[in-house]
Every structure is written in structure tokens, then in C-alpha cells.
């Protein structure tokens, strides 16, 4: 597949598209020196590559962590296990009666509003062995093509597997074409998004992999402990403020909203519960802050805009004991102090409900299927359990430490990211005896 363009396809009309499928998909999937290991290196080359020319997106660490060779592997090790070979591209002239094979072509279709979800998305179908093709939507375009004008020639082995492809949302024809000649998809978005991509004309045989829209939590236990020091106090709300600022808090894994549980002896050294929960508010102001002059807003809809004005004006007016910090414009609120475990409907552009919470464990099992992530912040490690437990049993896929709640790997939304887009295949040879001396041999 050498020489593939290195640039993102704006095709005109379904045969414009068609042709370029044509090509893409006529060459052979696996061709004579392909491993996962060169996509697994071309992948790191191309991490370390991405620079300034990206811009300051927040997501660019993450993306560039995530294709470290060395993460790559772990994934690869815990979907197929020690000793498993190097998955679905470990092609060897004696192969095992029950080898791992790509699905084929996968369809990715990200959301809009996470610019390194293209890649994300694509590595998982790359380290499947399959070929890609990249639906990428018009707000993410700039990124992409700035991602791979930088790819270095080491990079060969995975851009020869990838096609990306811009069209409008209201282009069905080509949506329509893209889904005719794959294999499996990957899904993300909100409903509507993903109601459309399921009802396009897929082949029958495709597996569909959906991450819809879902909404995440954090859960801190405020003790002696962690109230008596301040740097210890900073460190936490030092972790919230970047969890919700990383993507706008508009990912799946950005909290909405944080259940607060003050101990006794926290109420106690801080004077009673009221001025214990102050004294976070007051340190997750100043991380607010802090958070803002580094990574300011440059934009925002103006419908976003309403929805935290209304928020607020709910929250203050309508909510007994309903409190609030914000600054003068819609940066970031802090709505707190309303009615004890009571979280309104949840509001997006860093807007994050501190709510009250007299038992954390039975905070958490009111939780359900809505909820990704949960990131705690609990000392006490039976507690932190019993959280854990309530949440998971509840339709939580994922309860990790504050700081990790966008760390993306395997699994995620209860998937594995690489197996599901692979055949475990059968075969059974008709000279057993011959196989058996090719494989002493």
C-alpha cells in the first residue's frame, strides 16, 4: 500500500468516493514483511512528531502517551494475553488451529468535540490488523490534516492502513458509501448521531461498537487528613480543575458533577461541616483560577452560553440553600451548597454541581448505566471498595483515581478496544502429520 496520499479526502460526489474506496480497499490487507510491531513503532514515530503546529489542544499528551510503544503493547497484553504472539498480524507460515484475523475494514465515525478522537479511534482498528476508514467531521479537519502533515516516514505502515475522509453530516450518499464497504464501525456521539450512523446500509455480517453519549462523577471523602494541609487540599482540587477543563468538559469522562462527603473529624477541625465545605469550595476556586489562566476559553456557542446562565440563575434561585462562585463571564461555575445528594440536570462548559452527600457509598448506588467514570478521592481504602462495588454493580464501567479520568485504554465503556474488531478464526489442517513435521522443522 506504499505511496497512499498523505491527506484528508474531500470527494465531491459518490463516485468521487467510490474510486477512492476502490483503490483503498482493492490492496491486499496483508502484504509481505506487515506486523503489528511496524504499526506499533510507526505509531510512537508519529507520537513524537506531533508539536506545536497542533496547536494547544489539551488533548495532544494524551494522544501522544497513548501511542507510546510501550502502552501500546500493555494493550496488546491485556487483551491477548503473555506469550499470545503479536495479535491478528502475527502471521507465521504454521499458524495455530485457532489463529487471531482482522475483521477486514472498519468504519470510525468520532464525535466532534474530542480532536484527537479520530486517532483514538483509528488505533484501535490498527492494532487489529484492519484497514480504516476515518470519517472526520468538519469542525476537526484543521487538526487532522496538521496531525498528518507531521507523520514521519516512519509512520508508513499505519498511513497505509488509514483513509481519511471529510463530508458534510447532511451528505447520506457518502455516509451511505463508506458504510456499504466496511466490516465493523466504530461509533461515538450523542443520540442522534448514533441513530443516524446505525441506519446506514452496513453489510449484514458488521459488528457496530457503539460509545454513546454518557456522563462521569467524582467522589471525594474531605478528612482531617486531607483538610488540615493545605498543599494536600491544593493537590485534590488541583486534580478536579484539570478533569474538568480537559476537553471542555464535554467528554464522556469529564465530571459533572462531585459528591462531597465530610467525616467527622474534618467537621470537627474545620469548624462544622458548613465551613469544612467552604474551605474546598475556597481551594476549588482558586484551582478554577489558576486552571483558567492557563488554558483560557477562546470560544464559546452561544448556546452553551444560555444553558450555564440558567444553570446558575436554577441553581441560586430555586434550589434552597442553593450557592455559587463564578467569575463575571461564563468561563467556569461552581454551584454548591444546594440540597444534600440532589444533582440537577447536568451542564456542560465547565460547569461542575459540588453536591452534599452524607454516604458516599449510597451516593454511589444510585448511580446507573449513565454513568462512565467515577474518580475518587477516598483515603480510606474499605470505603474507597464499598464505592467501588455499588458503582460497578450499578452499570459504572470505570472507577479510578481522580487524575485518570480521561486516561483512555483498554477497556472502555466496558469493551476491549482491539479484539472486538478481530475474528478468532478456525483451522484445521488436512495433513496433520506434514504440519506437524513443518512445525519441529
Known amino acids: 500500500m506504499n505511496g497512499w496520499p498523505r491527506s484528508l479526502l474531500r470527494p465531491g460526489d459518490s463516485a468521487e468516493l467510490q474510486g477512492a474506496l476502490d483503490t483503498f480497499l482493492g490492496r491486499p490487507l496483508v502484504v509481505g514483511g506487515a506486523t503489528l510491531d511496524g504499526i506499533v513503532h510507526g505509531l510512537d514515530a508519529w507520537g513524537q512528531a506531533l508539536g506545536a503546529e497542533l ?16 502502552q501500546l503493547r500493555g494493550v496488546l ?13 502475527d502471521f507465521r507460515e504454521v499458524i495455530d488451529e485457532r489463529p487471531w484475523a482482522p475483521v477486514g475494514t472498519v468504519l470510525h465515525w468520532p464525535a466532534a468535540n474530542v480532536p484527537i478522537q479520530p486517532f483514538l479511534s483509528a488505533t484501535s482498528g490498527l492494532l487489529a490488523g484492519n484497514r480504516n476508514i476515518v470519517r472526520v467531521p468538519s469542525a476537526l479537519t484543521g487538526f487532522v490534516e496538521a496531525a498528518l502533515a507531521a507523520a514521519p516516514a516512519a509512520a508508513d505502515p499505519v ?24 466490516d465493523a464501525a466504530m461509533i461515538w456521539g450523542g443520540h442522534e448521531a448514533v441513530a443516524s450512523v446505525r441506519s446506514l446500509p452496513f453489510p449484514h455480517w458488521a459488528r457496530l461498537h457503539v460509545f454513546g453519549p454518557r456522563i462521569s462523577a467524582a467522589m471525594v471523602l474531605l478528612d482531617e487528613q486531607t483538610l488540615a494541609k493545605p498543599a494536600e487540599l491544593q493537590r485534590l482540587c488541583r486534580r478536579v480543575a484539570r478533569e474538568t477543563w480537559q476537553f471542555d468538559q464535554q467528554a464522556c469522562s469529564s465530571p459533572l458533577a462531585l459528591y462531597l462527603q465530610v467525616t467527622a473529624g474534618a467537621e470537627v477541625a474545620g469548624g462544622g461541616r458548613e465551613a469544612a465545605e467552604w474551605a474546598f469550595v475556597a481551594a476549588l476556586t482558586q484551582a478554577f483560577e489558576e486552571e483558567d489562566r492557563a488554558h483560557p476559553r477562546h470560544e464559546l456557542d452561544v448556546r452553551t452560553s444560555v444553558d450555564i446562565a440558567l444553570a446558575r440563575t436554577s441553581w441560586l434561585l430555586d434550589d434552597q440553600g442553593g450557592k455559587a462562585v463564578f467569575p ?17 440536570e447536568p451542564v456542560h462548559g465547565k460547569t461542575l454541581y459540588v453536591v452534599s452527600s452524607d454516604n458516599l457509598e449510597l451516593a454511589a448506588s444510585r448511580l446507573d448505566s449513565s454513568t462512565q467514570t467515577v474518580g475518587v478521592w477516598v483515603h480510606d481504602a474499605a470505603l474507597e471498595a464499598k464505592v467501588a462495588r455499588q458503582a460497578l454493580a450499578r452499570g459504572v464501567d470505570r472507577v479510578v483515581r481522580l487524575g485518570l479520568m480521561h486516561v483512555f485504554s483498554t477497556p472502555w465503556d466496558g ?5 472486538p474488531l478481530c475474528r478468532k478464526v478456525h483451522f484445521i489442517s488436512t495433513r496433520p502429520t506434514e504440519r506437524s513435521a513443518d512445525a519441529r522443522g
Open 77 to 89: 497484553r491485556h487483551e491477548f494475553g503473555e506469550g499470545s504472539g503479536l495479535g491478528p498480524l
Open 328 to 344: 463575571v463571564g461564563p468561563a467556569w461555575s461552581i454551584l454548591y451548597g444546594g440540597e444534600v445528594d440532589r444533582v440537577p
Open 55 to 70: 496547536g494547544q489542544d489539551v488533548g495532544l499528551p494524551f494522544l501522544k502517551t497513548w501511542w507510546r510503544a510501550p
Open 415 to 419: 469493551h476491549e478496544l482491539v479484539r
Open 159 to 182: 498511513l497505509e492502513r488509514l483513509l481519511f475522509v471529510a463530508f458534510a453530516h447532511d451528505r447520506n450518499d457518502l455516509a451511505c458509501a463508506c458504510a456499504a464497504r466496511s
